[in-house]
Nanobody, 131 residues
């Protein structure tokens, strides 16, 4: 059974850093798009970043470009989201999601980064940025 488990959330001051992890089990991270999404209270879930498990191509929302870095460790079946220079507006529940496909499909999944395109989800981890 495909399962995704996020960890690493917490409370951090503005300007601080956190690293989120998304551990996959029940499948190997080959030919998958792994996306990070976030949802703040009262807002829709939005795509933050995405990585191709095959070639490591990365994609970022404009709001996090230059501050967040997504990476993968296929040996550990884990995807990470390093978040630096955190802002109060980054406060949200963060979710990882996965969807398989060949390279062109993975590219499309990551480029569009739409919730509806991803079939497997983790339970989420809360990130709170506050002084």
């Amino acid at each position: 059974q495909l399962q995704l488990v996020e960890s690493g959330g917490g409370l951090v001051q503005p300007g601080g850093s956190l690293r989120l992890s998304c551990a996959a089990s029940g499948f190997t991270l080959n030919n998958y798009a792994i996306g990070w999404f976030r949802q703040a209270p009262g807002k829709e879930r939005e795509g933050v970043s995405c990585i191709s498990s095959s070639d490591g191509s990365t994609y970022y929302a404009d709001s996090v470009l230059g501050r967040f870095t997504i990476s993968r460790d296929n040996a550990k079946n884990t995807v990470y989201l390093q978040m630096n220079s955190l802002r109060p507006e980054d406060t949200a529940a963060y979710y990882c999601a996965a969807e398989g496909g060949l390279a062109p499909q993975v590219h499309r999944l990551c480029t569009l980064l739409r919730m509806a395109d991803f079939g497997s989800w983790g339970q989420g981890t809360q990130v709170t940025v506050s002084s």
